[in-house]
């Protein structure tokens, strides 16, 4: 027959996994590393972008100024 479920005293402590405060805390420590790592990762990908639109203007305007000169120098204007 089946034994009844032994209670514990109000003041013994629940049994702990020694390992478990060691994994959450590497969890938590690994999480917000993580969230770090993407906004750190946002942030650079912003400056490439303004970086890239800053190249392509320079890039055209000097097209835009060299066709222009040669336009100029082809019809005399």
Do not use: C
């Not at 032994?6 to 013994?12: G, I, S, V």
């Amino acid at each position: 027959m089946a034994e009844p479920l032994r209670r514990r005293a109000a003041e013994e402590p629940a049994p702990v996994d020694p390992g478990a405060v060691e994994r959450a805390y590497r969890r938590e420590r690994a999480r917000r590393r993580a969230r770090v790592e993407r906004q750190q990762a946002q942030r650079y990908a912003g400056l490439r972008f303004v970086t890239a639109l800053v190249v392509l203007l320079a890039l055209s305007i000097l097209l835009t100024v060299t066709i222009w000169q040669q336009v100029q120098r082809l019809f005399g204007l």
